[in-house]
Structure formats: structure tokens, C-alpha cells
């Protein structure tokens, strides 16, 4: 492998989506990463070892014999910055975490000392097993980074939790990751054993069946913070209200439309309920544009424009306060995060915010029809209710997140041993 690219294992696992990994490999490479694909022997039944070998570059085996004066069953793991595998089936994970060395990959897997990352597919039975989750459970406590299955269509007929993210999406997790790890940071798996909630994007509030009161909110920064806080180790759950985005991988996707709903969904999952349990939430980062306001009255057919004729005035109620309620109510130790965007005066309205809402954090912005809104980069000043002010220069919205996510960690209570 060249020592001048990041050096990437990309284990393949005996599964259907292992024809999605492809399209992995191709953005590992031309993204300039060195790649070696380590199939098991049965993945070789789904994607043959010339398509691997092609898109690589590299001879391509299952077998700890093939090579052996090379001593690839030790070497692989040792001099690769990241082992990556997809998909990881229900007995790729159990082999993993038992510590079994029947072939090269989890030779692989035993040796590596860089971040290792497991991206599951299975059906959803297989997933939700008590034995594949302690699987996960027992990887996870040594570290490696268990993606949690996006949702969808399985093999057949069948749909449910246990589908392979996009490779798109499994990209972003792996770049993360290994910037992390470039950046000195390779314990930078901080949040494992957490689970956060973020949320994104804008509310709408309808007005009749085809219109709404809205903003201009992407959804592009909370996506970020969920993405960044996957390749930490965090278990995510991401509410998403009217943003376009792909789900990242690894995040649990909630969608919602109006403030009620993302009120009601946002509860659910920092308490642990709803569709998501497992506890109540380490931290939640409300970085969605939350409307205000709603309309009092929802008008069922559609409000007719008559010639000559002022439109009635649309009277409007307050929303609920999400920020607040969730800084009100949350127990202890919990860390609540929350968003300002403002047009003027952008400190003194933040710091005045933060005292109102009674949040850990509150990440000041200027927006406008050119900035923030809808762009790849964001400039903000993280206020704190310690009295601290932390300044993040215009960048990609990622190193906006990797701020905010840094000082989450630091006013988080350690976990409790075992």
C-alpha cells in the first residue's frame, strides 16, 4: 500500500448488498484512499473476486494461505489507517465478537489497531436478535463503530430495520472517521455508549392544503451533527422536519412536518420512547428552525383568490417552546443544545436566548437570504452557560458540528463502569 494515501481494509461480508459496496469502493478510490478488499469466502458467491480485484487495484482473497510469505493475516490489519466492513451480516458480527480467526478478514479484524467500523445487513429478525445485539453491544465496548441499519426494503418482499445505508452515506462515515484519525483524534470514538437526538431542518405550519408558513432551513447543519456524531460512536436519532437530504448513515431518521410533531417526536426520543427506546438521551441538539408561530385556524379547502377582494388577515398562535421545555425537564446530567439564528444584534439577542431558554449551549448564527441558509459552510459563536464564548471561523458545517459535538463531550458525566 502507498504510505502517502490513507490505507483502508474494506472487509465484505457474505450478504445481498454486498453489490452496493461496490459503489463504496469506487468513492474510496477515486477519493484518492488506498483500498484492499478483504471478502469473506461466501461474499465471493454475490460480488466475484475480479470485480474486486478491477476496482481496487489489488489481488483479492479470502485465504490466510494465499500470499502467506507475506503474512497478510497480520500485515492487512497492522499498516491500515481504517477497516471498514460491509455489509456485516449477523455471523460476521458474532465471529467478530468472539475473537474467531477462521479466515483473513477477522485475522484482519484481530490484528488492526485503527479504527474499525461495521456497517450491519441482515433481515430485520436477524438484527433484532438478542444475540446479534450483544454481538454489537460487546463490539462496541472495544471500541469499533457499529452502524446502526438504515430502514427499507430487504430481500423479497420484506421491509423493516436491517437494510444497508446508501454507499453515499457510508462514505461520509468512513471520511470522518479517518479525519479523525488523521487528526490526532483516533480516540475520538467519545461518544460511544451515548445516545443523542438531533433534529433539522424547518417546521412548516400549514395554512390550507397547499400552503404553509415556513423558513428556509436546509436541514443541512442538524444532518451534519447527526453524521459527525455517528463516526464519534454515538447511537443517533436525527428528527427531521421537510429536509430533502439523504439519511445519514447510521442515524435513526424520525420525520415530522409542523412544531406539534416535532415536539411530540423530539420528547420520544430524548425520554427513550416511542419507536427509538433504550434509555433517556445523553444529549439533544435542537438545530432545527423551529416556527414560532402557526396559524389559529387550518382552512380544509384551498383559500380561493376573488377578484376585487382582500384577503381575509391570517391569525397566528405561539408554538410550543421545544428548546425550553427540554432544558425544564431534563434530568440530570442530560446536555441540551440549542440553535439561534438571528438577523441583528447576533450576540446580545444570543446571550439573551440563552438565558431564557435555560440550555448547556446555545450556538449563535447570522442568517440571511446569502448566508447559512441552504450553503455547505457556517460561521457561529457557541455561547455557554458557564459564561463562555467559543468562535468557530467559516468552514464546512462538519466543523461546526465537530465544535459543537467537543463541548458536549466535555459537560458530559462519565459513563458508569461495566
Given at each position: 500500500?502507498?504510505?502517502?494515501?490513507?490505507?483502508?481494509?474494506?472487509?465484505?461480508?457474505?450478504?445481498?448488498?454486498?453489490?452496493?459496496?461496490?459503489?463504496?469502493?469506487?468513492?474510496?478510490?477515486?477519493?484518492?484512499?488506498d483500498?484492499?478488499?478483504?471478502?469473506?469466502?461466501?461474499?465471493?458467491?454475490?460480488?466475484?473476486?475480479?470485480?474486486?480485484?478491477?476496482?481496487?487495484?489489488?489481488p483479492?482473497?479470502?485465504?490466510?494461505?494465499?500470499?502467506?510469505?507475506?503474512v497478510?493475516?497480520?500485515?492487512?490489519?497492522?499498516?491500515?489507517?481504517?477497516?471498514?466492513?460491509?455489509p456485516?451480516?449477523?455471523d460476521?458480527?458474532?465471529?467478530?465478537?468472539?475473537?474467531?480467526?477462521?479466515?483473513?478478514?477477522?485475522?484482519?479484524?484481530?490484528t488492526?489497531?485503527?479504527?474499525?467500523?461495521?456497517?450491519?445487513?441482515?433481515?430485520?429478525?436477524?438484527?433484532?436478535h438478542?444475540?446479534?445485539?450483544a454481538?454489537?453491544?460487546?463490539?462496541?465496548?472495544?471500541?469499533?463503530?457499529?452502524?446502526?441499519?438504515?430502514?427499507?426494503?430487504?430481500?423479497?418482499?420484506?421491509?423493516?430495520?436491517g437494510?444497508?445505508?446508501?454507499?453515499?452515506?457510508l462514505?461520509?462515515?468512513?471520511?470522518?472517521?479517518?479525519?479523525?484519525?488523521?487528526?490526532?483524534?483516533?480516540?475520538g470514538?467519545?461518544?460511544?455508549?451515548?445516545?443523542?437526538?438531533?433534529?433539522?431542518?424547518?417546521?412548516?405550519?400549514?395554512?390550507?392544503?397547499?400552503?404553509?408558513?415556513?423558513?428556509?432551513s436546509?436541514?443541512?447543519?442538524?444532518?451534519?451533527?447527526?453524521?459527525?456524531?455517528?463516526?464519534?460512536?454515538?447511537?443517533?436519532?436525527?428528527?427531521?422536519?421537510?429536509?430533502?437530504?439523504?439519511d445519514?448513515?447510521?442515524?435513526?431518521?424520525?420525520?415530522?412536518?409542523?412544531?406539534?410533531?416535532?415536539?411530540?417526536?423530539?420528547?420520544?426520543?430524548?425520554?427513550?420512547?416511542?419507536?427509538?427506546?433504550?434509555?433517556e438521551?445523553?444529549?439533544?441538539?435542537?438545530?432545527?428552525?423551529?416556527?414560532?408561530?402557526?396559524?389559529?385556524?387550518y382552512?380544509?379547502?384551498?383559500?380561493?383568490?376573488a377578484?376585487g377582494?382582500?384577503?381575509?388577515?391570517?391569525?397566528?398562535?405561539?408554538?410550543?417552546?421545544?428548546?425550553?421545555?427540554?432544558?425544564?425537564?431534563?434530568?440530570?446530567?442530560q446536555?441540551?443544545v440549542?440553535?439561534?439564528?438571528?438577523?441583528?444584534?447576533?450576540?446580545?439577542?444570543?446571550?439573551?436566548?440563552?438565558?431564557?431558554?435555560?440550555?448547556?449551549?446555545?450556538?449563535?448564527?447570522?442568517?440571511?437570504?446569502?448566508?447559512?441558509?441552504?450553503?455547505?459552510?457556517?460561521?457561529?459563536?457557541?455561547?455557554?452557560?458557564?459564561?463562555?464564548?467559543?468562535?468557530?471561523?467559516?468552514?464546512?458545517?462538519?466543523?461546526l458540528?465537530?465544535?459543537?459535538?467537543?463541548?458536549v463531550?466535555?459537560?458530559?458525566?462519565?459513563?458508569?463502569?461495566?
Amino acid at each position: 500500500m502507498s504510505s502517502s494515501q490513507p490505507r483502508v481494509v474494506l472487509g465484505v461480508g457474505a450478504g445481498i448488498a454486498a453489490y452496493k459496496v461496490c459503489e463504496l469502493l469506487r468513492r474510496l478510490t477515486e477519493s484518492g484512499h488506498d483500498v484492499r478488499v478483504v471478502p469473506t469466502a461466501d461474499a465471493l458467491r454475490f460480488v466475484g473476486e475480479p470485480t474486486w480485484a478491477a476496482l481496487s487495484g489489488h489481488p483479492v482473497s479470502p485465504e490466510v494461505w494465499t500470499g502467506v510469505s507475506e503474512v497478510p493475516h497480520v500485515r492487512l490489519g497492522q499498516g491500515a489507517d481504517l477497516v471498514f466492513v460491509a455489509p456485516a451480516t449477523a455471523d460476521l458480527l458474532a465471529r467478530a465478537a468472539h475473537g474467531l480467526a477462521d479466515d483473513l478478514l477477522t485475522n484482519t479484524l484481530l490484528t488492526a489497531r485503527c479504527p474499525v467500523v461495521f456497517a450491519p445487513a441482515m433481515h430485520t429478525e436477524m438484527w433484532e436478535h438478542p444475540a446479534t445485539q450483544a454481538n454489537v453491544a460487546t463490539l462496541r465496548s472495544r471500541g469499533a463503530i457499529v452502524v446502526e441499519p438504515a430502514a427499507g426494503r430487504l430481500t423479497g418482499k420484506d421491509t423493516g430495520p436491517g437494510r444497508l445505508p446508501e454507499p453515499a452515506e457510508l462514505f461520509e462515515v468512513a471520511r470522518h472517521v479517518l479525519a479523525r484519525s488523521a487528526a490526532g483524534r483516533a480516540e475520538g470514538r467519545d461518544l460511544a455508549g451515548r445516545h443523542v437526538v438531533v433534529s433539522a431542518g424547518g417546521t412548516r405550519e400549514p395554512i390550507d392544503p397547499v400552503r404553509f408558513i415556513g423558513n428556509r432551513s436546509s436541514g443541512m447543519q442538524g444532518y451534519a451533527l447527526a453524521r459527525t456524531a455517528v463516526a464519534r460512536g454515538a447511537r443517533v436519532t436525527l428528527v427531521s422536519a421537510n429536509s430533502a437530504l439523504p439519511d445519514p448513515a447510521g442515524a435513526r431518521v424520525v420525520r415530522v412536518g409542523s412544531a406539534e410533531e416535532m415536539r411530540k417526536a423530539v420528547l420520544e426520543a430524548v425520554q427513550g420512547g416511542g419507536p427509538h427506546p433504550g434509555g433517556e438521551a445523553d444529549a439533544v441538539v435542537m438545530a432545527a428552525a423551529v416556527a414560532d408561530f402557526r396559524p389559529v385556524g387550518y382552512q380544509g379547502s384551498k383559500i380561493k383568490k376573488a377578484a376585487g377582494v382582500e384577503p381575509e388577515p391570517i391569525a397566528l398562535a405561539k408554538n410550543p417552546d421545544i428548546l425550553a421545555e427540554l432544558a425544564a425537564r431534563r434530568p440530570a446530567g442530560q446536555v441540551v443544545v440549542g440553535f439561534a439564528a438571528e438577523t441583528d444584534d447576533v450576540l446580545a439577542n444570543g446571550r439573551d436566548k440563552l438565558a431564557r431558554k435555560g440550555c448547556d449551549l446555545l450556538v449563535v448564527n447570522q442568517v440571511g437570504e446569502d448566508l447559512t441558509f441552504g450553503l455547505p459552510d457556517n460561521e457561529a459563536v457557541v455561547l455557554g452557560a458557564d459564561g463562555t464564548a467559543t468562535e468557530v471561523p467559516r468552514g464546512a458545517k462538519e466543523a461546526l458540528a465537530e465544535v459543537v459535538w467537543d463541548l458536549v463531550v466535555a459537560r458530559l458525566e462519565p459513563l458508569p463502569l461495566g
